[in-house]
């Protein structure tokens, strides 16, 4: 996700992320990735973490559904059609 997001150019000073090797793995992303649950495993205290996954998920799926009703009160096909992609 962070690969994608830095591809796209939506936020401008990560672009460093977007980079991918020969495979199409993107280890910079991977790297930062694997640093972040590191140092959430270290702090060895599930309560400090658990809040943030959770109010990650909560918020992704919120904008997915959101999304998905004022399209479908549009009636715009071209959401559904990335959809199913």
């Known amino acids: 996700m962070l ?13 460093i992320f977007s980079v991918t090797n020969l495979k199409g ?11 972040i649950a590191e140092t959430g495993v270290l702090l060895a205290n599930v309560d400090y973490i658990a809040p943030i996954i959770t109010m990650y998920v909560f918020h992704t ?13 549009l009636r715009c096909r071209e959401w559904f059609e990335v959809l199913r992609s």
């Open 25 to 35: 793995e993107p280890r910079r992303a991977l790297y930062l990735t694997a640093t």
């Open 3 to 15: 690969q994608a997001i830095a591809a796209d150019g939506v936020i401008p000073f990560i672009n």
């Open 61 to 73: 799926a919120t904008s997915t559904t959101t999304t998905t009703f004022v399209f479908l009160l």
